[in-house]
């Protein structure tokens, strides 16, 4: 998996945005079926030229669809609207269904991926206490967790917990949706001479993490590909580590708290 993903969450011009990506160097596309555009994303990988293989797609289904026959069905929609044979990685998209119905979907992903359909099952928005009952359940533990993550809202001790059991921390709004009038980051920008967009990816993948940043503006999707000249040293990192504001610090809907 790529270190830095695309994603194609509210863009309304997503081909043209993902062709933009995929020509500026990006190989990791971030889409699910609640963004209704996968359809656009598969005709921008096929348009693009680049071997399939090439390019890692995820997708993720939404609570309304949860449960297990729906999610196999979910999954060979998927995998109609985006025109491929398999999807690189395939996310539960947040854990609004209850206990039941998540472990029934994720079931249903671990074998839509044992038939090839899949070739990574992951979760998204899950807390501890999502992770937990996969594990007494039996089931292996997801590749991946998906989760707002920035300088404002670290979710420190869901990332400990996917540290500890090996898995990977994907980043969204990890531009905190363009609002990066901070004084801190705008003084880390000026100090290295970058966007403050770059500044923040590039504490992302410091931290190990895997952002996901969105734009529909060409030179915008550019720059944020640009982050491998640069290294922010341990005393910013540890200034952007001092904003955190906790649970607080969320943009977004966040349910990692959901029961």
Known sequence: MPLLGFGVYQNYTTKESVLEALEAGYRHIDSAQAYRNEAHVGAAVKESGIPREEVFVTTKCINKTHGYESTLSGVNASLERL??????????????????RRLQTYKALQDARAVGKIRTVGVSNYGIKHLEEIKDAGYEMPAVNQI?????????????YCRAHSIVVQAYCP??????????????????????????????????????????????????????????????????????KGKTGSISWNPVDWD
Request: glycine share 4%; proline share 8%; net charge negative.
């Open 148 to 160: 707002e993550l920035h300088p404002f809202c670290q979710q420190k001790p869901i990332v400990e």
């Open 175 to 244: 531009i905190l949706r363009g609002n990066m009038d901070h004084p801190e980051i705008i003084k880390l920008a000026q100090k290295y001479q970058i966007d403050p967009a770059q500044v923040l990816l590039r504490w992302s993948l410091q931290k190990g993490f895997v952002p996901l940043p969105k734009s529909a503006t060409p030179a915008r999707i550019r720059l944020n590909s640009l982050l491998y000249d640069f290294a922010l040293d341990d005393e910013d990192m540890a200034r952007l580590d001092a904003l955190d």
């Open 83 to 100: 025109g491929f044979d398999y999807i690189d990685l395939f996310l539960i998209h947040d854990p609004m269904s209850g206990h039941e």
